[in-house]
């Protein structure tokens, strides 16, 4: 009889395990558009500004005119070697109108019908043809990866001599655009008009006007990164250690804008000034909360970061994101899809 009774209560005791469930897999799923989501299984809306070539004024035209040729006549041979590839298109490369083009880029878009909205007076006359060293960016950030891949194929496959190097980004390769140390760059198209227009309160105290633009190549999306899914908003932000790049870099002031949307300013976190991979770094460790992560998505931080654990992105929802794009038009709405990362 207490045999019996043994086996009827281990019987219960199965029936009530199984109808509770015993699945020990976390899984992070988002049904709304401003939540934090696990990026292999939920799109992220956010916003993005534009990745830009620009050029010094003094590099002869016909340099100009053979890289942009070179670039938007071999998109498949150069999809191949890098996902950016895929986003060449003309009509967006001739869009931009806060910075006049560089007369060799006009001349090579000009023959495909598309015309640009300015082209820089008295740029492109040097005489001698130089080689080009092309300012990147951080080597956890797609300008390095793509940058390589341009000047590696363009340097292949013209007499051009382009060599790649690692950078700060965007204000920095400004700079050194200026400075003459390097002939192009790349550059996100917010801080390419704040250096041109001089703007004080984007940390530009005169304009820089020896740069002109070769191609706008693809959106960069604003990546707010946290290995925590209970940060589901930007809002959550507040009180956090929040990674919001190099003071005075164009993540850093992505960061300000997005925060100044949701009523949040840099006191309202606590700041941590790191590069791309440092922010991965300090995420992996736990040192911090969340990371501003500006650049065209996948980029090599994330997909490391990635590797190691679950990654969630956090959205901004449409109220915020239609908030921005009304008080700053250097940005566009963007989504980044499920299964990026």
Known sequence: MKKIL?????????????????STT?????????????????????????????????????????????????????????????ELDI???????SVPYHPGAAKYFAEKGVEVASVKEGAGKAGDNV???FGTGGESGTYYAYGGVLAQYVSANTD?????????????????????NDQIAFCQSDVMTYAY???????????????????????????????????????????????IGASGSGTYFNAMDILGAYGLTEDDIDA??????????????GKIDAAFIVAGAPTTAITDLATSGDVYLISMDE???????????????????????
């Open 6 to 22: 043994a086996l009827t209560l281990a019987l219960c005791l199965v029936f009530v395990l199984c109808a509770c469930g015993t």
């Open 26 to 86: 976390p899984e992070v799923t988002s049904d709304s558009g401003n939540a934090a989501g696990n990026s292999k299984t939920v799109d992220t809306e956010t916003v993005a500004v534009g990745a830009v070539i620009i050029a010094r004024d003094d590099v002869p035209e016909d340099e100009i005119y053979t890289l942009v040729k070179t670039i938007f006549e071999n998109k498949d041979e150069i999809s191949q070697m890098h996902a950016k590839g895929e």
């Open 91 to 97: 009509d967006v490369a001739a869009s931009i109108t």
């Open 131 to 133: 080689p080009l060293t």
């Open 160 to 180: 051009l001599a382009i060599t790649a190097i690692t950078s700060d980004a965007s204000k920095t390769n400004v700079q050194e655009i200026d400075a003459g």
């Open 197 to 243: 227009e001089g703007n004080k309160d984007r940390d530009f105290d005169s304009a820089v006007e020896s740069f002109s633009v070769v191609a706008a190549l693809y959106p960069e999306q604003v990546q707010i990164v946290t290995t925590n899914p209970d940060l589901a908003t930007v809002a959550d932000l507040e009180g956090k250690k929040v990674s």
């Open 272 to 285: 941590k000034y790191q590069s791309f991979g440092d922010s991965a770094d300090s995420l992996k460790d």
């Open 319 to 341: 109220e915020h994101i239609a908030t921005l794009l009304e008080s700053s038009p250097f940005y566009s709405a963007s989504t980044i899809v499920a299964g990026t990362y």
